[in-house]
């Protein structure tokens, strides 16, 4: 056994499947012995979740500074309250966005300061690291209406505060993760969304079969 219970993260694009890929990996985990929490950033704890809501609200008018802290004190309190815990425990941990996501987002679209960030996210993750991310890349605008039609659908919402951010903000988001896949090959997969979630995920389960 390579990985007794490993660290996974999900990351992608707005409307890449995160979610529903996410659920799929938990489940074949679980059939195959594992025990596995899913979780996601920002949030996963009370106080993150609470962070998540001021972050995403449209009405919050943020600066991109305050957003950067914001998703770091989110991260803080659940890398402390939960990932450690269970990754202690024994648990699989799979966390639906982590560390890459700021990077891509805050510094390749907010255009911050990546070595601000890369500290910042070292120290808001206690020394934990992915064991291994997938990234699920899709075409922005495809992705983009996709989750705007879910929002819009489900819950009867315009979209986030950062779904509603433009397109070309959206490329930058791509370009910042493919470029961190680059950066770490080892760890960082590239997953192209297939045309169905099924396709997608036995994509998935081969990536996760190789490390376990
Ligand atoms: P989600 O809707 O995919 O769960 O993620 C919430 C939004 O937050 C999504 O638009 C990506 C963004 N985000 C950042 O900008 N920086 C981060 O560090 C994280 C974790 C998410």
Redesign the pocket.
Same mark, same amino acid.
């Given at each position: 056994m390579k990985n007794k219970n490993p660290f996974i993260t999900i990351e992608g694009g707005?409307g890449s499947g995160?979610t529903t890929q996410s659920l799929l990996l938990k489940k074949y985990l679980e059939q195959k012995g594992y025990s596995v929490v899913l979780t996601?950033?920002?949030g996963g704890t009370v106080l993150s979740e609470y962070i998540r809501n001021i $972050?995403?609200d449209p009405k919050s008018n943020l600066t991109s500074e305050a957003e950067l802290f914001l !998703?770091e004190a989110a991260r803080a309190q659940h890398v402390q309250e939960f990932i450690i815990p269970f990754l202690k425990k024994g648990t699989v941990v799979i966390c =639906?966005?982590?560390t890459d996501?700021?990077v891509a !987002?805050?510094g390749y679209a907010r255009k911050l300061n990546i070595s601000l960030i890369n500290k910042l996210n070292s120290t808001a993750s206690f020394g934990i690291k992915p064991t291994i991310t997938i990234y699920l890349d899709i075409n922005p605008l495809k992705g983009l209406n996709k989750a705007k039609y879910l929002n819009k659908e489900f819950y009867g919402l315009q979209g =986030?505060r $950062?779904?509603r951010e433009s397109l070309n903000f959206h490329e930058d988001v791509r370009k910042g993760y493919l470029e961190q896949a680059k950066k770490y090959p080892n760890r960082i997969k590239i997953v192209k969304t297939q045309n169905s979630p099924e396709q997608t995920y036995k994509l998935i389960k081969k990536i996760i079969d190789a490390i376990l």
């Open positions: 707005e995160k996601r950033e920002p $972050i995403l !998703y =639906d966005r982590f996501a700021t !987002y805050q =986030d $950062i779904e």
